[in-house]
């Protein structure tokens, strides 16, 4: 994608494009083993499926399933190659590189659809894991406890445990991160003590961490 969007920065990445490098090259990150990585390959699969069976882009279904319905009012789901500047207002990203800090706020979203496009603000993400963990967004409360909060040990013997989407956080409780290249967030709700906490940052250091 870097090559790509180097000499042509608005160039608009498609599912068939993404996945088809895949798909003819056969690369893989390991056989089937008692271990996982995040495969963003499969969850670009989902979003062109929900178009070949509900006759919906990606981000159209996203907003008329989860954020309409859940209240989300300040998130959306850009996906075209000059969909690169966030609405205002907005917080810049950076990324210290040896020697400089770089602003990389404008950004190529596309090749990230299904995987990591959606623009956000902390407020929107805490309503959203509150209603979810709680039952009260587009999911049953036993749907959630089934499958998101009954988490099973990330490996053999870890004390890491995750569910469907969701990472239990010892003694914080549930949630997922997001992240793009100058921005990371975490949200976080405890179901018992009815705690949410959204942690965001809008700098990398990718030597060494995090920025401030």
Not at 15 to 30: N, P, Q, R
Not at 56 to 68: A, C
């Amino acid at each position: 994608m870097e090559y790509i969007k180097a000499t042509n920065p608005t160039h608009t990445f498609t599912f068939d494009e993404m996945v088809g490098v895949v798909a003819t090259t056969g690369l893989y990150y390991f056989r089937p083993e008692p271990t996982f990585t995040t495969a963003t390959q499969a969850i670009r699969c989902s979003g062109k499926l929900l178009k070949e069976f509900r006759g919906k882009l990606y981000g159209q279904f996203i907003t008329d399933e989860i954020i309409k319905p859940m209240g989300l009012i300040s998130s959306t789901m850009p996906a075209l190659g000059t969909d690169r500047e966030l609405p205002q207002p907005f917080v810049p990203g950076f990324v210290h590189i040896p020697g400089t800090i770089q602003n990389v706020t404008v950004s190529n979203i596309s090749g990230n659809v299904a995987e990591g496009n959606l623009i956000t603000t902390p407020l929107d993400l805490a309503l959203f894991i509150r209603k979810l963990m709680r039952g009260e967004g587009v999911l049953s409360s036993n749907l959630v406890y089934s499958t998101m909060l009954n988490c099973l040990p990330a490996t053999p013997g870890s004390l890491s445990l995750y569910g469907c989407g969701v990472n239990n956080i010892n003694l914080l409780g549930y949630g997922h991160t997001g992240a793009h290249e100058g921005y990371l967030s975490q949200m976080i709700h405890d179901p018992v003590t009815d705690v949410t906490l959204v942690i965001y940052t809008n700098g990398w250091g990718p030597e060494r961490g995090l920025t401030r």
